[in-house]
């Protein structure tokens, strides 16, 4: 999973608004702290920044990618030579964009030889010289063009053809992003059919523990930290 741009917790300064952003990618649980998650920080950053937050949940026996956004792209996945946008959740809006807001999620099923883009919109909004958007066009051409290449050396070629578009212009937003292509046999899960129920349990059990600590972290954030 070659990643390239700021580290996954990346933040700036406009007028009046600090607006922060994250990019999760896991292999186990939290499917019910994730919706903990973006109440909690939502309810205590509103007013005072905007998060955008990516949530991928890779189940790696099921081949399925579960996913909720705030205020990030949907990914991008190249199947068959075609780069198609993922359906995007219903409610996508950046957390702390309203007080009070629910969040969903999507279940997308993938395939062997799926080869994905997870990014932040400083890739597909990198600006010419002229103040033209890279755009979602270009950057889906680039990873279909490229799509055959090892991750890190298409990483490479993804940065330089925007480089090539830009032309040395100052870009005003970081680009972070992470390539993944679904490849071999799928692993077995250690233990799961001797006790499939009690490993359910346990990991509700830990997701919830997280959400509950992740729900204290975020109460941090409130001015001044109440």
């Known amino acids: 999973l070659p990643a390239h741009g700021h580290s996954p917790s990346t933040s700036q300064f406009v007028p009046g608004m600090k607006v922060a952003g994250a990019m999760a990618i896991a292999t186990l649980g939290m499917r019910p ?6 109440a909690a920080i939502s309810a205590a950053v509103w007013g ?3 998060v955008s937050l990516g949530y991928f949940l890779l189940d790696p026996v099921d081949l399925t990618l579960y996913y909720a956004i705030g205020g990030q792209p949907s990914p991008i996945v190249v199947r068959g030579g075609e780069a198609l ?3 995007p959740p219903v409610s996508r809006l950046p957390l702390g964009a309203l007080r009070d807001t629910t969040y969903d999620a999507k279940t997308f099923w993938l395939r062997r030889g799926d080869l994905l883009l997870f990014y932040t919109d400083g890739l597909n909004e990198a600006m010419s010289v002229k103040n033209a958007f890279f755009g979602d066009e270009r950057l889906k051409a680039s990873l279909v063009r490229h799509s055959g290449a ?3 050396e298409m990483a490479e070629e993804i940065l330089e053809d ?16 992470v390539l993944m292509r679904v490849t071999g046999e799928k692993p077995g899960r250690s233990g799961a059919g001797r006790h499939p129920e009690r490993g359910r349990r346990r990991r509700v059990d830990e997701d919830l523990r997280d959400a509950r600590v992740l729900e204290s972290r975020a109460a941090d954030l409130r ?4």
């Open 162 to 177: 925007i480089r090539q578009f830009t032309f040395g212009a100052e870009q005003s937003d970081d680009a972070t992003f």
């Open 33 to 38: 702290a994730v919706f903990a998650l973006c």
């Open 150 to 152: 090892p991750l890190g």
């Open 48 to 50: 005072v920044l905007f």
């Open 223 to 226: 001015p001044g930290g109440a």
């Open 85 to 87: 946008e993922l359906p």
